[in-house]
């Protein structure tokens, strides 16, 4: 099976002002079709040649996870952004963070916190385990909950690839805009 | 004494257009920098204050991850901006020799490296370490995590090194590492590589 870039649910420079039109250029342009080229390449002879992606992220391993979970996780990033994004959710998502949080702002300050300080290249994530609860999760280099059994909500990429064009050394800045573009709708529809 | 951020050999725009000024400007003042401060606020008022880089690396199995990624991080790039400059020398002599030995040739040594750097996946570094039987070889390693640590899998005395987190590279070469990796061999101070090398 041959996997391909999905359209973006937006124009390139719509997340400006905080994510620019040249990072998306480069981080779905480059980066994200990068991952697919590689995953396309490295799966024909594989045991993995016939399987959906979500397969490929719960059982791969080396080449072929690092580039099917990249595909995945570039995937869920980009289509929990929105130019109309940010606020605060409404609905069950907005009941389920105050269940688990406290308040919406105590989960604001865990994720951004756990995306301040991930060291090196990776993704934070909001997920809803087996018992329904919603737990805040740290992942290095390509990781992805659904290994772990979880239900991914939304996440934010911490590679440097993702702000060091319109933030360098300023992660904090970046994860700043993020806040301003999540689309809560699509982070619902995921319960 | 505090760890203290040293000063660069030459300027930010010696190593263009291989590495342009504004990468090395914010690479050291703004990443390097971080490094040091948060490595001496990790080591303020402990058991560890005071204690050379090398020892705490060599024995950071039992120390705190904030020593073992900052300690890590202040070392490395010490160590990366020697080994770079305006291109000095060419490797000869028995450093020559040990690398003919090792890879076969110096190109063959080149291609090994820099595969090492282009597969090294999400954040790290490239190394040529002198083991400790004295042969060369080439390896990786994750985020700021070095040869000289003791949790490392091959460990010795590290003689060459490149930065490929995406900070090193990304204003210039964007997604292209290997184009960085290509660059980089016109700005290697062989002449401090072969002082590692006899002193290792
Ligand atoms: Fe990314
Ligand atoms: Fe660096």
């Known amino acids: ?43 024909p002879g594989s045991d993995f040649e016939k399987c959906d992606l979500d397969t490929i992220v719960k059982k791969g391993h080396n080449g072929i996870f690092n580039n099917g979970a990249q ?12 130019p109309n994004g940010g606020g605060k959710p409404k609905g069950k998502i907005a009941q389920l963070i105050e269940d688990n949080f406290g308040t919406f702002e105590k989960f604001q300050e865990i994720f951004t916190k756990a995306a301040t300080t991930l060291f090196g290249s990776g993704w934070v994530w909001l997920v809803q385990k087996d018992d329904g609860s919603l737990e805040v999760l740290k992942a290095s280099n390509a990781d992805n909950p659904l290994r772990n059994g979880h239900k991914p909500l939304l996440t934010i990429d911490v590679w440097e690839h993702a702000y060091y064009l319109d933030y360098q050394n300023r992660r904090p ?15 619902e529809s995921r319960l | 004494m505090a760890f203290q951020l040293p000063e660069l050999n030459y300027k930010y725009d ?74 000095k020398g060419m490797p000869s002599g028995e450093f020559l020799k040990a690398i003919e030995t090792a890879f076969g040739s110096f190109d063959a040594f080149k291609v090994e490296f820099a595969n090492a750097a282009t597969t090294r996946f999400g954040s790290g570094w490239a190394w040529l370490i002198k083991q400790s039987d ?21 460990t010795g005395v590290p ?7 995406e900070h090193a590279y ?3 070469y964007q997604n292209r590492r290997p184009e960085y990796i290509d660059a980089f061999w016109n700005v290697v101070n062989w002449t401090k590589v072969e002082d590692n090398f006899k002193r290792g």
């Open chain 1, 71 to 82: 595909v995945w996780n570039h995937t869920f990033y980009f289509s929990s952004l929105s």
């Open chain 2, 170 to 172: 990304y204003l210039k």
């Open chain 2, 14 to 87: 010696a190593l263009e257009p291989y590495i342009d000024a504004q990468t090395m400007e914010i690479h050291h003042t703004k990443h390097h920098s971080t490094y040091t401060d948060k490595l001496n606020g990790a080591v303020k008022g402990t058991a560890d204050e005071g204690k050379s880089i090398e020892d705490l690396l060599k024995d950071v199995s039992n120390k705190s991850i904030a020593i073992r990624n900052n300690g890590g991080g202040f070392y490395n790039h010490n160590f990366f901006w020697e080994i770079l400059g305006p291109s």
């Open chain 1, 1 to 43: 099976m041959k996997f391909e870039l999905p359209q973006l649910p937006y124009a390139a420079d719509a997340l400006e002002p905080y994510i620019s039109k040249k990072t998306i250029e480069y981080h779905y342009g480059k980066h994200h079709q990068t991952y697919i080229n590689k995953l396309n390449d490295l799966l």
């Open chain 2, 134 to 154: 004295g042969s060369l070889t080439v390896t990786s390693t994750p985020n700021q995590d070095n040869p000289i640590m003791d949790i490392s899998v091959v």
């Open chain 2, 159 to 165: 003689l060459l090194a490149l930065d490929v987190w």
């Open chain 1, 173 to 187: 800045d970046y994860i700043d805009g993020f806040w301003k573009l999540i689309n809560w709708d699509v982070v």
